[in-house]
């Protein structure tokens, strides 16, 4: 089974827009993304999000058809845990609408948590059956 990716270093190449908060790039029917905070507030990942996908992101319509989407989220140790159910949800409810119409579209998700010197959650978003 496929991992979500864990080391950024393996996005290294890809032309990056955005900003410090969020930033995407795109490879094929392939869209990474980086959030730079990790926090069990929602409303946090929904406005970052939309604001970026309104305002910075447009090289890329919502698709209909099954998606894949593997979340990698870095925390540094010692910090109180994070519910991951909680942060896929939130971020998976701030991507519908720009990568996918709905999150009944996501046919395979894998969430998963490593400890890191950097906070940040790690997202890949593809279109089932497509290669990277």
Same mark, same amino acid.
């Given at each position: 089974?496929?991992?979500?990716?864990?080391?950024?270093?393996?996005?290294?190449?890809?032309?990056?827009?955005?900003?410090?908060?969020?930033?995407?790039?795109?490879?094929?029917?392939?869209?990474?993304?980086?959030?730079?905070?990790?926090?069990?507030?929602?409303?946090?990942?929904?406005? *970052?999000?939309?604001?970026? /996908?309104?305002?910075?992101?447009? @090289?890329?319509?919502?698709?209909?058809?099954? /998606?894949?989407? @593997?979340?990698?989220?870095?925390?540094?140790?010692?910090?109180?845990?994070?519910?991951? @159910?909680?942060? *896929?949800?939130?971020?998976? @409810?701030?991507?519908?609408?720009?990568? /996918?119409?709905?999150?009944?579209?996501? *046919?395979?998700?894998?969430?998963?948590? /490593?400890?890191?010197?950097?906070?940040?959650?790690?997202?890949?978003?593809?279109?089932?059956? *497509?290669?990277?």
């Amino acid at each position: 089974m496929e991992q979500a990716r864990q080391d950024p270093t393996d996005w290294q190449g890809l032309d990056w827009q955005g900003g410090r908060t969020v930033r995407a790039a795109r490879q094929g029917e392939t869209v990474f993304l980086r959030l730079s905070e990790v926090t069990s507030q929602a409303r946090v990942y929904k406005q *970052a999000l939309d604001r970026f /996908f309104r305002t910075e992101y447009r @090289d890329w319509r919502p698709r209909w058809g099954d /998606f894949e989407v @593997d979340i990698a989220v870095h925390v540094q140790p010692g910090l109180p845990g994070v519910d991951l @159910d909680n942060i *896929a949800k939130a971020v998976l @409810d701030g991507v519908t609408g720009a990568l /996918f119409f709905d999150d009944v579209q996501v *046919a395979r998700l894998l969430v998963e948590r /490593f400890s890191a010197a950097e906070e940040a959650i790690y997202l890949t978003v593809r279109r089932r059956g *497509a290669g990277a």
